[in-house]
């Protein structure tokens, strides 16, 4: 995931350095009203399955678990969760939610978990951190390293909490179906 980013990232900075501008390395970020995230997180969720090719009628499925995965990140984050513990926590919503459908539906877990927590991958401090890594090869600062650097640890402890939250419920509903069939 992060390797994907990283991509997208460059040719995003390629794409603003043709046209003029630079991306803000040191801003603080900003968030969306919760109503415009949790709508936009369905539409990320809803995007995603094409990708995994799966039929229009399980779509439901993930933007549904999508959606609540974004309103439990904002409950975190308002109880004083740190991005990556909010992010863990809503991708085992998502995980215990969609392991037993999937395995039910004969649906990838992947298409349907994957497709309802794209919203909560931490692009911006990918995008941040490739950013800074290359304007600091032009003009180092002690400064632009150290917002490049937190931004590349905020977005590995996100993606690993994500990835942690999606596969326990898997390894756990794994473990319960082999001691079921033995």
Do not use: E, K
């Amino acid at each position: 995931g992060l390797l994907v980013l990283t991509a997208i990232g460059g040719g995003l900075i390629l794409g603003l350095q043709v046209g003029g501008q630079a991306l803000a390395v040191t801003a603080p970020s900003g968030s969306a009203p919760f109503i415009v995230d949790v709508l936009a997180a369905g539409v990320a969720a809803a995007s995603y399955p094409v990708y995994f090719s799966m039929p229009w009628r399980m779509m439901g499925w993930p933007v549904g678990a999508g959606v609540l995965a974004r309103a439990a990140h904002w409950y975190a984050r308002g109880v004083g969760a740190s991005l990556a513990i909010a992010a863990f926590v809503s991708c085992l919503l998502v995980g215990t939610l969609l392991v037993p459908i999937s395995h039910h539906m004969r649906i990838p877990f992947a298409g349907i978990g994957f497709a309802a927590v794209v919203a909560l991958v931490p692009g911006v401090y990918v995008f941040r951190t490739v950013a800074g890594f290359i304007d600091f090869a032009g003009h180092p600062s002690a400064q632009l390293l150290s917002s490049a650097a937190a931004d590349l640890i905020g977005a590995t402890v996100i993606v690993t909490g994500m990835a942690l939250g999606l596969a326990l419920p898997m390894h756990i509903y794994a473990s319960r179906l082999a001691r079921r069939n033995s």
